[in-house]
């Protein structure tokens, strides 16, 4: 008995489940959703497609629209499966179609968006008591084209930053739900503490103006059906500064907030400040006892021989609109800087001085070297030496002694010398020197030959 129970409960409860699953799957009519945003003066087009057969049944439908404010209901189209009644208000503007039910909006407007409803009853011929109704909504906006933004700003003069506010609107003659976005220099605008937008983004509040907020301004309106629209372009002047307050100078040596300058020497000094407008400069000496205006501009110039010791200088910076100010303090310390110049100059420098002398005190000693050489080892002399040596002397192998009577033989003198007994043997060198002897009433006596004697040759005939 339980199991029959249990049976039959199951039996019931996959029945059930079927009848669910077939009441949300089955669909009678279906309208395409697709059409959701339209252009004010163009056609729409609801599309239905029919899940059932037309020819088996007696059908009774009407068309509906409502407001989007869910008023002012009106009856477009009442119709069966043979024939329609339009509302005589608006049938020129609806195109009907009988077999598929579906319905053409044209010419449409902004009175003509809302909700669209599609109510449908069908009694099917083998079921002459059931009566199947089934409605569907779909919803149409029309849409206006967006016209060309204008942008304005409150106030129109330039503000002092940290000082004021600034409000910039941005508005359309023509677009419904518009949507508005800002650019500064032609990017756009990110999230900021201090800028405030309105729901649509039309407004945009600046508090406070600061200097990072100036710039060229503009706005771009764009809505479902139409692309970006750009306004002109308005320019944020602000009023700020002095900022990055600075002392420069392309002479001496700094070293922090110490300038050292040469003796003698004339030196220029600016001061430079980011401002707007252009800051007012005053130059102060400072010395123990007081203070005094040396000039007033961006620039200073020093003449180092007026100084007699280190002293102390500021520049002041003040901009006229802000009211504000900075100030930048130096001191000018007057020394030789021959030495320091030309360690900074070869620690910068590629090739070292001392490199440069050495390499051309070797150039040197190697051109002298050579110089010498030259004049002690010509190659002309030496080569003449060899050629003027006699042929036997160049062919003859050094040996110590006498070995051979030929080795005698020669040129021999023999010179007299007044005031002398004996005679001197000297070898002959040159017909130079021979003359010479002669000059000095020297007597050549003989020049004696000696030819040794051989059994076949003999050199003296």
Request: charged residues 20%; contains cysteine.
């Amino acid at each position: 008995m339980e199991a029959t129970g249990r049976t039959v409960l199951c039996a019931c409860s996959a029945f059930c489940l079927l009848f669910i699953l077939t009441e949300v799957s089955s669909e009678l009519i279906h309208i395409d959703p697709s059409v959701s945003h339209v252009t004010e003066g163009d056609s729409v087009f609801l599309s239905v497609k029919t899940n059932f057969s037309p020819d088996k049944a007696d059908i009774q439908g009407t068309w509906f629209h409502t407001g989007m404010s869910g008023t002012n209901t009106r009856m477009l189209v009442t119709f069966t499966k043979t024939n329609e009644i339009c509302n005589m208000k608006h049938c020129d503007q609806l195109v009907f179609n009988n077999s598929t039910f579906s319905l053409e909006i044209k010419n449409l407007n902004r009175k003509d968006e809302g909700d669209y409803h599609l109510s449908i009853n069908i009694k099917y011929d083998n079921k002459p008591g059931d009566i199947e109704k089934e409605e569907k909504t779909v919803r149409v906006t029309v849409d206006v084209p967006v016209s060309n933004p204008a942008i304005e700003k409150s106030p129109s003069y330039a503000v002092i930053e940290d000082k004021a506010n600034v409000t910039w609107t941005c508005s359309v003659e023509n677009g419904t739900r518009v949507m508005f976005k800002w650019l500064r220099d032609n990017v756009a605008l990110g999230p900021s503490d201090r800028y405030h937008y309105s729901q649509d983004n039309s407004t945009l509040l600046i508090s406070p103006v600061r200097k990072e907020d100036k710039g060229s301004y503009h706005c771009v309106a764009s809505n479902p059906v139409t692309r970006g629209q750009h306004s002109r372009a308005v320019e944020l002047n602000v009023y700020y500064g002095p900022y990055n307050l600075e002392v420069n100078s392309v002479q001496g040596l700094r070293t922090g907030e110490v300038f050292t300058i040469n003796p003698g020497e004339l030196v220029f000094f600016e001061c430079q400040a980011d401002s707007n407008p252009p800051n007012s400069y005053v130059w102060i000496s400072k010395t123990r006892n007081a203070t005094q205006i040396v000039t007033e501009g961006p620039r200073l110039e020093v003449r180092s021989y007026r100084l007699a010791q280190a002293e102390e200088y500021l520049c002041r910076a003040f901009n006229n609109v802000t009211q504000k100010q900075d100030e930048a303090q130096f001191t000018l310390v007057v020394a030789s800087l021959g030495t320091g110049k030309e360690k900074h100059t070869q620690e910068g420098s590629s090739v070292s001085p001392l490199a440069v002398i050495t390499v051309c005190s070797f150039f040197v000693i190697g051109c002298m070297l050579l110089f010498f050489l030259r004049r002690t080892c010509h190659p002309k002399r030496v080569l003449m030496s060899i050629y003027n040596k006699p042929f036997s002397e160049q062919k003859r192998p050094h040996r110590s002694g006498h070995e051979d009577a030929t080795e005698d033989f020669g040129i021999y003198e023999f010179v007299s010398i007044p005031g002398k007994t004996e005679s001197t043997q000297a070898s002959c060198r040159s017909l130079a020197r021979l003359e010479s002897i002669q000059d000095m009433h020297t007597t050549i006596y003989d020049v004696i030959r000696h030819v040794p004697e051989t059994p076949s040759h003999s050199l003296l005939k």
